[in-house]
């Protein structure tokens, strides 16, 4: 059951009087957490966004306690794995960040992450149990930062 927030949230403003504003709505599921966002800017309201979220199925832990962090994405491990491997990350900001598992043929196949995290260090854990042995890379993607690893499920 989607839940809508009670109010608009300013969301930008640029020194020209544009200020955009972002509304959103939520489903909290046994699971997971979905949302989807939408934009006003003074009356022109967007259609709703596509579903994103956080799937408690993907384990996100955050570690805050390094003094400085760089954009860096590090080489998963184990590595070859079975059926589960570590991917760890480092963000210098705050940063909206994707991170997607590609196949061979470069087809995505499974979305780590995909929502606003907090500067410092990240580890996710993938599980490749319904996944083909085989070739996989692995891409973060923050808007100001992208780089690829590439990772091997041996079953």
């Given at each position: 059951m989607w839940r809508k927030f009670s109010k608009w949230e300013l969301l930008i403003t640029r020194p020209d009087?544009?200020?955009l504003w972002v509304d959103w709505t939520y489903d909290i599921g046994e699971k997971d957490v979905q949302y989807k966002l939408r934009a006003k800017n003074g009356d022109a309201v967007s259609t709703w966004s596509n579903i994103v979220g956080y799937f408690a199925s993907k384990k996100i832990s955050t570690n805050?306690?390094?003094n400085s962090f760089t954009h860096e994405l590090m080489q998963n491990y184990p590595n070859p794995f079975n059926p589960t491997t570590n991917i760890n990350f480092s963000l210098k900001e705050?940063?909206?960040?994707?991170?997607?598992v590609y196949d061979?043929?470069?087809r995505e196949?499974?979305?780590l992450v995909n929502g606003n995290l907090p500067a410092g260090v990240h580890s996710v854990e993938f599980n490749g149990e319904s996944f083909e042995s085989g070739l996989y890379f692995y891409e973060i993607n923050t808007g100001t930062f992208r780089d690829t690893k590439k990772f091997i499920l041996i079953k």
């Open positions: 009087g544009y200020n805050m306690n390094a705050e940063s909206y960040v994707t991170l997607k061979v043929l470069g196949v499974d979305i």
